[in-house]
């Protein structure tokens, strides 16, 4: 049973900072792509970032280029996104993902795992 538990979300205000966790267990990470996206209300759900089995490459969605970071601990299979400058625009629930393969996608069909979701709430 593959399973992906977020971690971190709240309500804060504009400007603040927030760290988002993914703790995977259940199956083997090794050599996939991971990365996370969001759901605004009313919205289609977005890609936000995504980074290599390795660590070496990643990824971002230009809304949020320079102010969030993407990061993994393969050997704790544990994948963080830390969100800084936060604005009311971020607000959404962030959902962590599994890559079909070794590869960085920005559409959904390419992920075949998805964690329940974390809330963010930014406000002005």
């Known amino acids: 049973q593959v399973r992906l538990a977020e971690s971190g979300g709240g309500s804060v205000q504009a400007g603040d900072s927030l760290r988002l966790s993914c703790a995977a267990s259940g199956r083997d990470f090794s050599r996939t792509a991971m990365a996370w996206f969001r759901q605004a209300p009313g919205k289609e759900r977005e890609f936000v970032a995504g980074?290599?089995?390795?660590?070496?490459?990643?990824y971002y969605t230009d809304s949020v280029k320079g102010r969030f970071t993407i990061s993994r601990d393969k050997t704790e299979n544990l994948l963080s996104l830390q969100m800084n400058s936060l604005k009311p625009d971020d607000t959404a629930v962030y959902y962590c993902?599994?890559?079909?393969?070794?590869?960085?996608?920005?559409?959904?069909?390419?992920?075949?795992?998805w964690g329940q979701g974390t809330q963010v709430t930014v406000s002005s």
């Open positions: 980074i290599t089995w390795t660590g070496g490459l990643t």
């Open positions: 993902v599994r890559s079909r393969d070794s590869l960085i996608h920005i559409t959904t069909p390419n992920y075949d795992y």
